[in-house]
């Protein structure tokens, strides 16, 4: 099982995103569903598969956190 936790998008070039997980970087492919600038996003295996609101992030976040 794998445990998706979000990050925020802090550019994108072409189909690929830079993705800020508390400092980490990722690029991931963005073709599965529209992303902009400031979305937090889930990614796995390399691409964004869920956008998700800012209470939503920062809520799992906090979970995550916990564990």
Known sequence: ???AIPGQVIEIKE???VVD???NKVN???GLVPVQVGDYALVHA???IQTLKKQEADEII???GDI
Do not use: Q, R
């Open 46 to 48: 390399g691409c964004i």
């Open 28 to 30: 991931a492919y963005i």
């Open 21 to 23: 997980f508390s400092g």
């Open 1 to 3: 099982m794998c445990v």
């Open 62 to 64: 906090e979970l995550m």
């Open 15 to 17: 189909d690929t995103a």
